[in-house]
C-alpha cells in the first residue's frame, strides 16, 4: 500500500526556519514528481515546490521563491521542503504528493498520491 507521510510541521515564530519531511512508502518513487501542497482556512488547495524525478527540475510558487527549497533523497524515499524566513501568511497545511508527470507539469495539482498533511502554523 502507498503512504506518504508528512513530518515536520508546528509551531513557529515569524522568521523562524523549519523543515519538513515526506517519507514514502509502497514502492520505489525514485522515478516520481514529488510535489508539496498548502491548504490554509478557507482558501483552496495551492501548489508551493515540486521537484523532477530526477531532482534536477525544481518549481515555485512566487511567494516561496527565495525562501524555500525542495529536494529529495531517492535512497530514502524522501522529499523535503526547507522553509525559511516563515511569514504568518505561510500558515497552513501542508500536504505531500508524489506522481508520475512530466517537467513541464510538475506544478500542476494532478498528481496519484497524496499525504494527510502536516499543519505549520507562523505566529507575529
Known amino acids: 500500500q502507498v503512504q506518504l507521510v508528512e513530518s515536520g510541521g508546528g509551531l513557529v515564530q515569524a522568521g523562524d526556519s523549519l523543515r519538513l519531511s515526506c517519507a514514502a512508502s509502497?514502492?520505489?518513487?525514485?522515478?516520481?514528481?514529488m510535489a508539496w501542497f498548502r491548504q490554509a482556512p478557507g482558501k483552496e488547495r495551492e501548489f508551493v515546490a515540486a521537484i523532477a524525478w530526477s531532482g534536477g527540475v525544481t518549481a515555485y510558487t512566487g511567494s516561496v521563491k527565495g525562501r524555500f527549497t525542495i529536494s529529495r533523497d531517492n535512497a530514502k524515499n524522501t522529499v523535503y521542503l526547507q522553509m525559511n524566513s516563515l511569514k504568518p501568511e505561510d500558515t497552513a497545511v501542508y500536504y505531500c504528493?508524489?506522481?508520475?508527470?512530466?517537467?513541464?507539469?510538475?506544478?500542476?495539482?494532478?498528481?496519484?498520491?497524496w499525504g494527510q498533511g502536516t499543519q505549520l502554523t507562523v505566529s507575529s
Open positions: 504528493a508524489a506522481g508520475k508527470k512530466k517537467d513541464s507539469s510538475i506544478n500542476s495539482p494532478a498528481y496519484d498520491y
Open positions: 509502497g514502492r520505489t518513487f525514485s522515478g516520481d514528481a
